[in-house]
């Protein structure tokens, strides 16, 4: 545990935390970089934003990047496979488990802590997954019927499943030093090479879970781990680590941290701000690469030579587009127009800056919105009336906290935006295509 004398130093912070213990016989610990990844990874590949150390603080890049001291790439696997894409995280140049998770939600882990070494002048080590590591082994099984059970993988490894792993519940209330809680900000518990450059305190010896959690109404947020020690805690709003001072106490049932209120609105304002900006900047380099896709003509699914707008993975160069001289086939815009950033489709949405992103397309009633994981397979869209028309919207992750404000913008390129962003928030909160119906005000300038 840290030694409070020594925090004590720093009195404007206050956190309040209810650390779940479980003792070693219980739930023997992982090594903390492992525990780590474990815990981050359904939040990268998922696309939630994940606070990163470093330049700009920016969140984590996928299909490639660096969590700690793993790296991590996400290949597409063939359709027979089962599964779309495949997220490998594996350690850099330590002794460490392999990881992968794919579309579906399953996580799986190796048994074995192999070694990979990085090579002289070497970006990425040798021991670089392949897509096909998860296909069982001498079995007629794809990848995708082989995710919940344990069984040794094409690289001749023992994959299992992590919800096999014994995990432990850590709870974390968050509040200001007259004992209000703090709602909306962001519990980062992991690894030091993780949290490295971002305000922190120690979690010393005690047994806890890692990873992230937002507090809610009563200012409680629940990480759920495999169990670790050693960990570091941290605390941000969107993607930016907070730097403040932190004074960590030992009270009655856990862990106790206080944190000045007055600090909390200005930080938010200047978050809020930043990706508000940034969320326009990108509508308007949507409407650009909408402008260059529909001119081309590649996406034609009437075949009658006029170009149709598309969807986000369409233009990021992932999904196919829709031709109607090659039924079937996987065309794809090369070079995409969009960067691979918007190929992360999660819930018909993309996810950058503290902002969702959505992309609308004409049907035959109304408005489509595009497949869940990305793309037009399935949706019904009216590639007549796609010819002129398309629409997006831009709401924050978390109304008040990444953002203030939602925004709407049309194939003519003008851009609407909310008074206030509290009628959309997440995923659950999502604006629909008529959101311009909404009372709204234009921005200037609007191209």
């Not at 956190?15 to 992982?30: D, H, K, N, R």
């Not at 969107?238 to 930080?267: C, H, N, W, Y």
């Not at 009437?302 to 992932?318: H, I, M, P, T």
């Amino acid at each position: 545990m840290a030694d409070s004398t020594a925090m004590s130093r720093h009195p404007t912070l206050l956190l309040g935390c209810l650390i779940g213990t479980l003792s070693a016989q219980q739930a023997p610990t992982w090594p903390l970089e492992e525990a780590t990844v474990s815990a981050l990874l359904p939040a990268i590949v998922q696309g939630s934003a994940v606070p990163q150390s470093g330049k700009g603080n920016r969140a984590l890049a996928i299909p490639v990047g660096t969590i700690g001291g793993y790296s991590l790439r996400t290949m597409a696997a063939p359709r027979t496979a089962g599964t779309g894409d495949v997220t490998y995280a594996w350690p850099q140049n330590t002794t460490g488990r392999t990881f992968a998770m794919t579309d579906r939600g399953s996580v799986m882990f190796t048994s074995e802590r192999a070694e990979a070494p990085l090579q002289d002048g070497q970006e990425l080590p040798a021991a670089e997954p392949l897509w096909s590591a998860l296909i069982a082994k001498g079995s007629e099984l794809r990848m995708d019927q082989m995710l919940d059970m344990p069984g040794r993988g094409m690289d001749d490894r023992i994959w299992q499943p992590l919800a096999t792993a014994k995990q432990i519940t850590s709870s974390i209330t968050v509040q200001t030093r007259d004992g209000k809680p703090i709602v909306g900000v962001t519990i980062a518990v992991g690894a030091p090479s993780w949290l490295a450059g971002a305000t922190h305190v120690e979690l010393g010896t005690a047994i806890t879970a890692v990873g992230l959690a937002t507090t809610g109404a009563e200012g409680a947020a629940q990480l759920r781990s495999v169990p670790t020690t050693g960990a570091q805690l941290a605390i941000a709003i969107g993607i930016e680590f907070l730097d403040v001072p932190m004074q960590l106490e030992t009270r009655k049932g856990g862990l106790v941290l206080v944190v000045e209120s007055e600090a909390i609105p200005e930080i938010v304002a200047k978050v809020c701000k930043a990706n508000e900006s940034a969320a326009i900047a990108t509508l308007r380099n949507l409407a650009s690469g909408q402008a260059q896709a529909q001119a081309c003509g590649a996406n034609d699914a009437n075949g009658n030579g006029k170009g149709e707008y598309a969807f986000l993975a369409q233009l990021s160069g992932v999904a196919e587009l829709q031709q109607a001289a090659a039924p079937g086939g996987e065309v794809k815009f090369v070079p995409p127009v969009l960067s691979t950033a918007f190929s992360r489709v999660r819930g018909s949405c993309v996810l950058r800056g503290g902002y969702l992103f959505q992309v609308f397309l004409p049907g035959k009633d109304g408005w489509v919105a595009e497949a869940p994981t990305g793309g037009a397979r399935g949706v019904d869209v009216d590639a007549t009336r796609a010819e002129a028309e398309w629409c997006a919207v831009a709401w924050p992750v978390q109304s008040g906290v990444t953002g203030t404000r939602a925004f709407w913008i049309h194939s003519n390129g003008d851009i609407l935006a909310t008074a206030s962003g509290e009628l959309f928030s997440g995923r659950a909160k999502r604006p629909k295509p008529d959101a311009a119906e909404v009372p709204r005000e234009p921005l200037k300038p609007q191209r």
